[in-house]
């Protein structure tokens, strides 16, 4: 029987992986890998992994075979940055959470989009604190209940795919779990025609047991419901104000290839220096 | 090729950190340690390091982990309130034996403080500020001249113990000019990389600092601040492997302290009057010492691991022992746990920018 595609991109040794089951990152990772291998990828040794703290932080750490550092909670994009500066050549993807990259890390998310840093970012948006068992995050729905919000959420959720469309980022999309193809084909997309600057996929997957299962759902029953919920940008946009809440805004916010940072600093370097 | 350069403390700092092989700096600008951040900016690019400015600390320190980890020697300069925010990055590079030099230059505080106006007030928590068990190196320059020396001296230990080195100085090094000769390194350690089946996080004896991999070599390395084994694989739950790891991030540390400790006497070395002192109060001390005679001055350069018996040693028969610093003591601590307290005399000042003056330290050897 032939071997699934994915596992030459695992650790064999430290499967299964941790999660809980029906958990989307099994999906995630299965659209990674598939990206990987349609792109000709044979193994991941000019790559460099980089996450946080949190249950998607664990996908690299240690499940992807190749180079990873598990970093502080919201410090893995600094970190991304010190390798990919140091070590151009390498591919530096972060792979992290809602509250790992948009709360304690949120800085520097929006700075690393602002220098247009030469990283691919992944964002897992599962509404919650998913490891520390389901608090509020910054991307949780206006009243849901969590064990901080027992009387429903007093705030409102981040837009985090807008925010970061908002600044000099090169690449910018958003999709549910539920759209299997097209987020798969946008990580080819960030990874070859956009294999430069800042590129940013939030991938909308509520945790399965924080969310899913206190709303007395079944993932696969979640999932049917998010392939409603999920529409395109151009759709939702003509929807009225009280719909758009009831709806997720998929696809791609931005996509150009300006010059990186890297590129843009040596270039200024080069200048300067030549002119002596 | 010795240069003979007219440096601040701060600037002198840069060149030794690049005669030591630095080529990457991450920063944030903070009074009294940008000076630093300034010539790193022009002087790197020019020897093909890469410099950039940080968003905050926290992304300072995180950088030059993940630059390290690429394979370069990095380094970042703060003071007070970025020196706080940078601790639970110094934890992450303990735990996960990650090469580094951070530059505090002191300024009074807490909080904001005194921007402008040197402490020595840091020094607990270079040693002691993150959680958890955590060793690493502390040493600390008394001149400009010393910042040039003694940070090639912290890259090195760095490279050699794969352990991050907190560079004490403060605002009266940083900011004092004095000549400074660039005379390059003696000798320069690399990291160690590693053979084939190699742990890069264990060795059988725990003072030989495992090899450190480069990412992008295929070495598959997994970095981790949990608690790992010695190939990188997380065991959050084991106390065995935790008490290992723990322990041998101590005994790399404590175990080479022969290598590590250094310390200089001033003055008359069989005194039985003995000043002891760390950094820019060192210079009123020995400037007392010499004025008033039959005075030995006890010079601590590697503020940790500090080897307790060794200063049970010099200051073993001494009549009086008198401890200056600028703040309301902390190194007086160590010499309370070697000497007894009734015959210490303190001279403790901080704030404004004002030096304690030798006539003060001659008064407490009097007193």
């Known amino acids: 029987m032939a071997e699934h595609f994915g596992l030459k991109y695992l650790r064999r040794e430290v499967l299964p992986t941790a999660f809980c089951p029906g958990c989307y990152n099994g999906i995630l990772m299965n659209a990674l890998f598939q990206a990987f291998m349609e792109l000709g990828i044979e193994d991941l040794k000019r790559f460099v992994f980089v996450s946080g703290i949190g249950c998607s932080s664990w996908i690299p750490s240690p499940f992807i075979r190749a180079d990873s550092l598990h970093t502080l909670h919201g410090r893995a994009i600094p970190v991304a940055t010190g390798v990919k500066l140091a070590n151009p050549e390498l591919n530096v993807i972060v792979i992290g ?31 919650v604190y998913g490891m520390t068992r389901g608090q509020a995050a910054p991307t949780t729905p206006h009243g849901m209940i969590t ?85 395109r940008i151009e759709t939702w946009r003509r929807m009225s104000p009280e719909e758009r809440e009831k709806h997720v805004a998929t696809g791609v916010f931005k996509a150009e290839d300006k010059p990186g940072f890297i590129e843009t600093y040596k270039k200024y370097i080069a200048q300067a220096l030549g002119e002596k | 090729m010795t240069e003979r350069l007219f440096l601040s403390g701060n600037e002198a700092v840069v060149y030794g950190a690049i005669d030591a092989g630095c080529r990457f700096y991450a920063g944030y600008p903070i009074t009294p340690s940008s000076e630093i951040m300034h010539l790193m900016a022009k002087e790197l690019p020019r020897v093909g390091g890469v410099f950039i ?79 958890g068990d955590q060793y690493l190196v502390v040493i600390a320059p008394m001149t400009p001249q010393e910042a040039y020396d003694l940070v090639i001296e912290a890259f090195n230990i760095a490279e050699a113990y794969r352990v991050p080195v907190v560079f004490l100085m403060d605002e009266f090094i940083g ?20 053979s084939d089946h190699e742990p890069p996080f264990g060795s059988k004896d725990p003072r030989i600092p495992p090899p450190m991999p480069r990412l992008g070599e295929g070495y598959y390395v997994l970095v981790t ?24 991030l101590k005994e790399k540390i404590w175990g080479n302290i022969d290598k590590i400790f250094k310390y200089k006497v001033y003055g008359d070395p069989d005194a039985r009057r003995i ?89 407490a050897l009097e007193a």
């Open chain 2, 175 to 194: 900011h004092g000019r004095e000549i400074v000769v660039r005379r390059g390194a003696d000798k320069l350690v690399e990291r160690r990389r590693p």
């Open chain 2, 225 to 248: 601040g949990s608690t790992h084994n010695e190939w990188g694989y997380r065991d959050v739950h084991g106390f065995e492997t935790h008490y290992r790891l723990v322990t041998r």
């Open chain 1, 147 to 231: 064990p901080t919000t027992p009387y429903g959420n007093p705030e409102r959720p981040m837009d985090v795919a807008s925010i970061i469309a908002g600044t000099n980022a090169n690449y910018v999309a958003r999709w549910c779990i539920s759209q299997y193809i097209p987020l798969k084909n946008s990580i080819k997309d960030a990874l070859s025609r956009y294999s430069r600057g800042f590129r940013f996929i939030e991938v909308y997957a509520p945790c399965v047991t924080y969310v899913v299962r206190r709303e007395g759902k079944t993932p696969g029953e979640k999932l049917k419901e998010l392939m409603k919920k999920c529409v």
């Open chain 1, 97 to 127: 959470g809602d509250g790992d990259l948009a709360s304690i890390g949120g800085n520097h998310l929006l700075h690393a989009a602002r220098r247009n840093m030469d990283l691919l970012v992944i964002m897992i948006n599962n509404q």
């Open chain 2, 53 to 131: 400015q940080a968003e905050d600390e926290l992304a300072a320190i995180n950088m030059i982990i993940g630059a390290s980890w690429a394979g370069l020697k990095s380094m970042t300069a703060t003071s007070g309130p970025g020196f706080s925010l940078m601790q639970e990055g110094i934890g992450y590079a303990v735990m996960t034996e990650t090469p580094l030099v951070i530059v505090d230059v002191m300024r009074a505080g807490p909080a904001t403080g005194q921007a402008t106006k040197s402490a020595q007030g840091d020094l607990m928590q270079a040693r002691w500020g993150r959680h």
């Open chain 2, 275 to 363: 000043i002891v002192c760390f950094g820019s109060t060192c210079r009123p001390a020995i400037d007392a010492a010499e004025r008033v005679g039959g005075t030995k001055v006890l010079r601590l350069i590697t503020l940790w691991p500090l080897n307790y018996d060794k200063l049970a040693e010099e200051l073993s028969g001494a009549e009086k022992v008198v401890v200056p610093e600028l703040s309301l003591g902390q190194l007086v601590y160590d010499v309370a746990q070697v000497y007894p307290r009734n015959k210490m005399r303190v001279v403790n000042k901080v704030g404004g920018g004002i030096p304690i003056y030798p006539s003060e330290i001659i008064k």
